[in-house]
């Protein structure tokens, strides 16, 4: 398909329109997103591009594939070509495999297979296998991050779970990103349930979108007459203004109401806190130097 679908010239401006197919390549889930486009744009070498593809088709699990050098060959439309492996290696493999590299920061490694055990034997295949550049850097920090979850979670099989779906998450999410929504997890999850609460708050930012969701949806139906976002550094600080905004809506009584009184608690437990009656919904969130909010709705 095409890259450009037009451009005009203004002055000393070129803008330039892309269609809408090249566009995509950078949308996620889209179907040439899916299909590895957003890598293969940034393949110079042909040869490159067609070892990629093997190996992203035929690759197995544990990450190595035998192949024999006369299948190899002509998957590249070598058949006919380079008798000596040394100079197969040196023009074809070798800068393709670099190309690949840069450009997915993944190694190829190979070793050489031959036909029988001795230093000048025919090479007749290669052990293919695919290393992150950064794996090691990878492991380190789910480790780290595996560490503050230990003070939630003792169980060997939900932390070897955790581990894999971290380091996995790493290939895609910073971080950064990771630590905010541990963070919250250990801050919020209900008793008994960090495993799944963690797994959806990464899947689906918690830390920045759960309290928003939810509030979104009150807002539709039901009058806001407050609403705070801020940053406080204690949670005294948070239920210090909580009860100066009852305080200045005249709503004094609240603080006689065992309803309310069980709703603190549970801010002071999960850092949450959800209260109804026919009258008022009340909630709020404290995030330990992060964004907090307090929010109330008219009923």
Not at 27 to 34: G, I, T
């Amino acid at each position: 398909f095409s890259i450009i679908s037009s451009y005009h010239i203004e002055k000393n401006n070129i803008k330039v329109i892309f269609t809408e197919e090249f566009r995509s390549i950078f949308q996620k889930n889209s179907y040439f997103q899916k299909n590895d486009f957003d890598i293969l744009l940034f393949f110079q070498n042909d040869y490159a591009i067609a070892l990629y593809n093997f190996l992203k088709f035929n690759i197995s699990m544990n990450k190595s594939i035998e192949i024999s050098i006369y299948k190899l060959k002509s998957l590249l439309g070598l058949e006919e070509s380079y008798d000596r492996f040394f100079d197969f290696e040196k023009m074809i493999l070798r800068p393709a495999f670099q190309e690949i590299s840069k450009v997915t920061k993944k190694n190829i490694e190979y070793t050489k297979i031959k036909n029988r055990d001795s230093s000048n034997s025919k090479i007749i295949g290669l052990l293919l296998e695919i290393k992150d550049i950064n794996e090691q850097e990878k492991v380190t920090l789910t480790n780290n991050i595996i560490e503050k979850i230990e003070t939630v979670i003792s169980a060997t099989d939900i932390k070897k779970d955790l581990w894999a779906k971290i380091f996995k998450s790493l290939d895609d999410k910073s971080y950064d990103y990771i630590i905010k929504n541990v963070n919250y997890s250990i801050a919020h999850y209900p008793k008994n349930g960090f495993k799944l609460f963690f797994e959806e708050a990464l899947d689906l930012n918690y830390a920045e979108n759960r309290f928003k969701n939810k509030i979104t949806k009150f807002s539709e139906t039901f009058k806001c007459i407050e609403n705070i976002e801020k940053k406080y550094t204690s949670l005294a600080q948070l239920h210090s203004d909580l009860f100066k905004i009852l305080a200045n809506l005249k709503f004094n009584y609240l603080t006689l109401n065992p309803q309310f009184l069980k709703s603190l608690q549970s801010l002071k437990v999960r850092k949450e806190l959800e209260y109804f009656d026919n009258d008022f919904i009340i909630f709020a969130e404290y995030n330990d130097n992060e964004i907090s909010y307090i929010s109330l709705f008219e009923n």
